[in-house]
């Protein structure tokens, strides 16, 4: 906007000149289009859940709204990228108290961090149909490193992943204050994560 308001004397630039400019401003617009990647996910069949232990006893909990943006091919792994996002307020804890205090500030803090983030453009095959991603994971504002191995099966133009990760929610700033040490809530997380999905 700023190049239409400069003055009336750009109107007088020739036809080369705005010929010479278009293709910059394509190649931008090109640049900001989403990418669908070559999978898309299967939701119903696909599922994050987390394990933790509060007072002693053993407590799951799932999200239920997720998305992927899944560029994968087995053969070649240099090009492969994954981008995972999480709505933060579509879990589930298996109990009231829980639903009520993970929204909180002291927790997910959902009003300002509604989503997490898994991002890896790194790829290692660490078996027949295994592999490890290598990426960061941004929660509540916080990024960390984070690898995720995970077994993949393909077969025709669908594909099953499976993984699990240990995650230290201390690391992320989830549970504050008289909830920031495992006293009464573990700091260790188990997360488990399935992803079905079809070819584009």
Not at 84 to 106: C, H, I, Y
Not at 123 to 134: C, I, L, M, Q, V
């Amino acid at each position: 906007m700023k190049h239409l308001l400069i003055s009336a004397a750009l109107l007088s630039l020739t036809a080369c000149s705005q010929a010479s400019t278009a293709e910059p401003l394509k190649a931008k617009a090109a640049s900001v289009m989403p990418d669908t990647g070559n999978w898309t996910v299967v939701q119903p069949e696909s599922h994050i859940r987390f394990k933790a232990v509060q007072t002693g006893d053993d407590f799951t909990g799932e999200f239920t709204a997720f998305d992927a943006v899944i560029n994968f091919d087995p053969q070649d792994l240099k090009s492969a990228s994954v981008t995972a996002t999480v709505d933060m307020s579509s879990f589930e804890a298996g109990d009231k108290e829980r639903n009520g205090a993970l929204p909180s500030k002291d927790w997910f803090f959902v009003k300002s961090y509604p989503e997490a983030v898994f991002q890896s453009d790194s790829f290692s095959k660490t078996g027949a149909n295994s592999y490890e991603a290598d990426g960061t994971l941004t929660l509540k504002g916080e990024s960390q490193p984070l690898t995720l191995p995970f077994i993949l099966d393909v077969s025709g133009d669908r594909a099953v992943m499976t993984g699990s990760v240990a995650l230290n929610r201390g690391d992320y700033k989830v549970g504050q204050g008289a909830w920031s040490t495992d006293e009464w809530v573990s700091l260790n997380v188990e997360v488990d994560v399935k992803v079905t999905a079809t070819r584009n």
